[in-house]
C-alpha cells in the first residue's frame, strides 16, 4: 500500500505538474515557429508536442498533422523538405520535390523569411513569459516587505560594503527596488560580482558597491545551492508590509521588466559560470525541473503559472544559444548565408549539426549528473 501511495504522490505532486509546465512552454516555442512559417506560405508538415510513437492526432486542412507523442519532453514543428525535427533539409526529399511543391520548402524560401521561422519560437517564449507575468501583476499585485536593511551582520558583505541598518534600498545597478524579495532576487543570482546599490539613509542617497559572497543557501522552494549572500536581515515590522497594485498597462510594463530582468540575471549568471566567477550548482536538468515544478505546485497553481513565465524565458534563451541543432545555430549559419549571399557549404553545415548535437548531449548528461548527485546527496 505504501508503494502506491508513494507512486501516486510522485505522479500527482511531481510529474503533472512539471508536464503540465513543460508542455505548456514547449507548445507556445512550437507555435511561434509555426504562425511566422504560415504567414511565409510554408508548408508545415508535422505540429508535434512529444517525440517518439503518436498517441493521438489529426490533419488540419492544411496537410499539416498535430500529434502528442509518447515522450512528452519538448517537441517540434517539421516542414515540407526537413529530414528531422531539427530542421535539417532533406537533399533528396528536395531533389524528388516538384516545382509547386518546392515553393512552400522551408529551404526554399529567402534567408530573412528562414530566421524570421526559427527566431519567432524564442520570441514566443518571452512573449508568453510577458503575458504571464502581466497577467499576475494585474490581478494580484506584487506582495512584499519593503526594502528596509533592518539588521547587518558582522563581517558579511553588506557590512563591508557599508550598508547600514535603516538603509532603504532603492536600486541596485540602476534596477529599481520595491520590494526586499526584488534585492533579495538580486542579490542571490551575483555571488562575487560587485554591485552598485543606492540606499536612502536618514533622506539622503548614498551609493555604495557591494560583492555578494557565495553561500549555500535556500533560494527556491527549499532548493538549497551556492547563491549570493550579503548578511543583511529585513524588516518584521508588519507596517512595512506593502501590496503593490498594477493598471494593465502598469502591470504589462513590470511583465516586459521582469522578462527582462530573468533574461539579463541569466545570461550574467551563464556568463560568470563560463568565466568561472559562479558555481555551476544552479544548473539543472529535467529532474531539478521535476522536483522544483512539484514543491511549487503545492503553494498552489498561480506559483506554478509564474514559474512556467520563468521556465518559458530559460527555454528561450537556451534556444538562443549559437550552437548549431538549436534555433541560434541555425541564426548564425543564415547570417553567413546573408553576408555571403548563399548558404556555407553543405559539409560545413553537417559537421556543425554533429558538434551542435554532441555539445547539447554532453550538456544533458552533465546537468543530469549533477541532478543525481542532488537526490543522492542533498546537501552537496
Not at 101 to 126: D, L
Not at 251 to 269: C, H, L, N, P, Q
Not at 362 to 379: G, H
Request: with cysteine.
Amino acid at each position: 500500500m505504501d508503494f502506491f501511495i508513494s507512486a501516486y504522490s510522485l505522479v500527482v505532486g511531481t510529474i503533472i505538474p512539471f508536464l503540465f509546465i513543460l508542455t505548456v512552454v514547449v507548445f507556445f516555442h512550437e507555435l511561434g515557429h509555426f504562425a511566422v512559417a504560415r504567414w511565409c506560405n510554408i508548408k508545415v508538415d508535422a505540429f508535434s508536442v512529444g517525440f517518439g510513437r503518436e498517441l493521438f492526432g489529426f490533419t488540419d486542412r492544411k496537410g499539416t498533422r498535430w500529434k502528442l507523442c509518447l515522450i512528452p519532453l519538448g517537441g517540434y514543428v517539421k516542414f515540407a523538405g526537413d529530414e528531422n525535427a531539427a530542421s535539417v533539409p532533406s537533399r533528396e526529399m528536395i531533389a524528388n520535390m516538384s516545382d509547386e511543391e518546392r515553393k512552400t520548402a522551408f529551404v526554399a524560401k529567402p534567408v530573412w523569411q528562414r530566421a524570421a521561422v526559427v527566431a519567432a519560437g524564442p520570441i514566443a517564449n518571452f512573449i508568453l513569459a510577458i503575458v504571464i507575468f502581466t497577467a499576475l501583476f494585474v490581478s494580484a499585485g506584487k506582495q512584499g516587505v519593503l526594502p528596509v536593511i533592518e539588521e547587518v551582520f558582522a563581517n558579511g558583505a553588506a557590512a563591508q560594503g557599508g550598508l547600514q541598518a535603516g538603509d532603504v534600498v532603492k536600486e541596485i545597478d540602476g534596477r529599481n527596488i520595491q520590494t526586499f524579495g526584488d534585492m533579495r532576487q538580486v542579490v542571490l543570482m551575483n555571488a562575487n560580482v560587485p554591485l552598485v546599490f543606492e540606499v536612502d539613509r536618514d533622506g539622503k542617497l548614498v551609493h555604495l558597491t557591494v560583492t555578494p559572497s557565495a553561500k549555500l543557501k535556500e533560494v527556491f522552494a527549499g532548493e538549497r545551492q551556492m547563491a549570493g549572500d550579503i548578511g543583511v536581515r529585513g524588516s518584521g515590522d508588519p507596517q512595512n508590509y506593502v501590496r503593490i497594485k498594477y493598471s494593465l498597462f502598469g502591470a504589462f510594463d513590470e511583465g516586459v521588466k521582469e522578462t527582462y530582468r530573468i533574461m539579463e540575471g541569466t545570461v550574467s549568471y551563464v556568463w560568470g559560470v563560463i568565466t568561472q566567477r559562479q558555481s555551476a550548482d544552479q544548473l539543472g536538468g529535467p529532474i531539478r525541473v521535476a522536483q522544483v515544478s512539484g514543491k511549487v505546485a503545492e503553494h498552489g497553481f498561480l506559483p506554478l503559472i509564474s514559474l512556467t513565465a520563468v521556465l518559458s524565458v530559460s527555454i528561450g534563451l537556451i534556444n538562443l544559444a549559437p550552437v548549431p541543432i538549436l534555433d541560434g545555430g541555425h541564426l548564425v549559419f543564415y547570417f553567413f548565408e546573408a553576408l555571403r549571399g548563399k548558404p556555407l557549404s553543405e559539409r560545413v553545415q553537417d559537421v556543425g549539426f554533429r558538434i551542435g548535437l554532441g555539445l547539447v548531449l554532453m550538456l544533458m548528461v552533465f546537468v543530469t549528473w549533477k541532478d543525481i548527485v542532488r537526490l543522492v546527496s542533498p546537501n552537496s
